[in-house]
């Protein structure tokens, strides 16, 4: 299947996108979105519920993360192909309902094949995390492990027992973001084509692959202006949560808490629907079968975000 190569600045329309995405249908693609957060929050409290049965024991604790990452895998991949399958109905016009989200835990509807490219992608997110390691991340492992040891602890680490960065760090962090971003349009590609065209799991893998070389500057784009609108909406949600407390607290701390949880909760839901709204919107244009729109033109239009 050919992929298609778009122009760098289909970035920002893929944001632009995103967010106008509950336009058609607000209930389906932001009800979905809850169930979808839900269920996200699932594996955390199966760890913490097994966490307390094997108390301090490490070989316990190792099987504990096992389980919880691999029951995270299969229920977000079932999730997230439901989900990705609610927002393209809902943008080709048909009906659709929230709780089609719950559509691939049915018998027939392709969730062995979603939670086998969950586990294909995962695989070749560790295959890339270790090479950068291993090129430019010289004691990284280590550092890593001597930090998870502090925190596991209890209570707040001291700073002075804090280790030192490893060397290679900052490129670490570089490499990462770029892996970061290469993976994201591996993932919206690739997904998008098990989850809403029956492809192979080796098609849709060189489909997110080849897509994902073809755009690298668009997504790059995308990668930016993704995290500058993050940090601005951060800054706006913790001025306003910071108010609300205020306000909370002339009566009493706890009201000021139950202020503040619903902006919390919307902040969540509204990156949960832009996030996987871009996702789909990558697919369409870069592998799917809906052409990508057509610019309006220059003269006397508007954009409506």
């Known amino acids: 299947m050919t992929t298609r190569a778009m122009g760098p600045m289909t970035g920002l329309g893929w944001l632009k996108r995103g967010i106008n995405l509950g336009r058609h249908n607000p209930k389906a ?33 190792l099987v504990v993360m096992g389980v919880s990452t691999v029951a995270s895998i299969v229920l977000m991949s079932l999730l997230v192909g439901g989900y ?21 835990f049915r018998a027939g509807q392709g969730g062995a094949r979603l939670v086998q490219f969950g586990v294909l992608l995962v695989l070749v997110y560790l295959v890339l995390a270790s090479a950068v390691i291993l090129l430019v991340g010289k004691g990284f ?39 970061a971003m290469f993976l994201g349009g591996v993932y919206s590609i690739g997904f998008g084509q098990v989850a809403l065209t029956g492809r192979s799991l080796g098609g849709a893998l060189k489909d997110g692959l080849a897509g994902t070389l073809k755009n690298l500057l668009p997504l790059l784009l995308l990668a930016v202006l993704s995290m500058l609108a993050l940090i601005a ?36 839901l509204g990156i949960y629907v832009v996030m996987f709204g871009v996702m789909y919107q990558i697919w369409r244009d870069v592998a799917g079968d809906v052409p990508p729109p057509v610019a309006p033109p220059a003269v006397g239009t508007h954009v409506e975000l």
């Open 141 to 179: 492992i280590e550092w890593y492990m001597q930090v998870m040891a502090l925190s596991q602890r209890g209570g707040a680490p001291d700073p002075n027992a804090m280790p030192a960065l490893p060397e290679g760090f900052g490129s670490v962090m570089g490499l990462g973001f770029l892996m």
């Open 233 to 268: 909406v951060a800054l706006v949600i913790g001025l306003v949560v910071t108010l609300l407390a205020l306000l909370g607290n002339l009566v009493h701390p706890a009201l000021g808490m139950l202020l503040a949880l619903p902006v919390y909760l919307a902040l969540l």
């Open 29 to 61: 693609i932001f009800g979905g979105a809850v169930l979808v957060a839900i269920g996200a929050l699932l594996p955390g409290l199966l760890q913490l519920m097994l966490l307390g049965m094997v108390g301090d024991s490490a070989t316990g604790q």
């Open 84 to 104: 990705i399958r609610v927002i393209h109905a809902t943008e080709q016009g048909h009906p659709a309902a929230p709780t089609d989200v719950l559509g691939p």
